[in-house]
């Protein structure tokens, strides 16, 4: 079966600073892992997604995500974070016609 | 407008009385899938749906129907809601049944209680 962990509740980054939010992944067979932002009172958005190829993928908003193989890892970055950015961030997985969700990050962006 | 539409979205009910939550997008999407949102859990797949007259079960289905008549329509049906069924639903869909690569587009989010 397949997982998504999310080891961090929370993370907080001053605005201009970059940022990570960190993903890991269990899948048998090939990854096809996304990052989607829930903003608050308001559904899921779609900011990138990793099928094949490079492992840098850039995304919506200015977001990128790096695919780490060997670390079974999927973390999204932004370099320079704004206030705009603070919301609820998912990382998922792909497996056969479902798709697997990790339990969330809260990104506080301060001013 | 492109969208994923639920209905209603908020929703206060007692235990037993059955309720339906309808779905409804608008972009000819093959797949439609039901989600449940609960903190520290992140969403879980309830049911979903590869095309018409075809559903199948997610991770989570207990207490749940779901039906697929049109494809524009995946409604959720509670037979018999519980208490343990208070939670923010989620309805998507995305294009071509069976692919991995497709991003999923999701509706604004129905908020039941059941007391």
């Known amino acids: 079966a397949q997982s998504v962990a999310q080891p961090e509740d929370q993370v907080n980054v001053a605005e201009g600073n970059p940022l990570t939010v960190k993903c890991t992944y269990s899948v048998s067979g090939n990854p096809y892992l996304f990052w989607y932002v829930q903003y608050p009172n308001r559904g899921l958005q779609f900011l990138l997604k990793?099928?094949?190829?490079?492992?840098l993928v850039k995304g919506s908003y200015g977001f990128e995500a790096e695919f780490n193989k060997s670390q079974t890892s999927f973390h999204l970055k932004k370099p320079s974070a704004l206030v705009s950015d603070s919301a609820l961030y998912f990382c998922?997985?792909?497996?056969?016609?479902?798709?697997?969700f990790g339990g969330g990050t809260r990104l506080m962006v301060k001013p | 407008e492109a969208q994923v539409t639920q209905n209603p979205r908020y929703l206060i009910t007692v235990t037993g009385k059955k309720l339906t939550v309808t779905c409804s997008q608008n972009?000819?999407?093959?797949?439609m899938s039901w989600y449940r949102q609960d903190p520290g859990l992140g969403l879980r797949q309830i049911y979903y749906s590869m095309n018409v007259e075809v559903t199948d079960k997610g991770d989570v289905p207990e207490g749940y129907k779901v039906s697929r008549k049109e494809k524009r329509n995946f409604p959720l049906i509670l037979e018999s809601p519980s208490p343990n069924q208070t939670s923010l639903y989620f309805c998507?869909?995305?294009?071509?049944?069976?692919?991995?690569?497709?991003?999923?587009?999701f509706g604004p989010g129905t908020r039941l209680t059941v007391l």
């Open positions: 998922a997985v792909n497996y056969g016609n479902m798709l697997t």
């Open positions: 990793y099928i094949t190829g490079d492992n």
């Open positions: 972009m000819n999407h093959e797949y």
């Open positions: 998507a869909s995305s294009w071509t049944s069976g692919s991995p690569y497709n991003e999923q587009f």
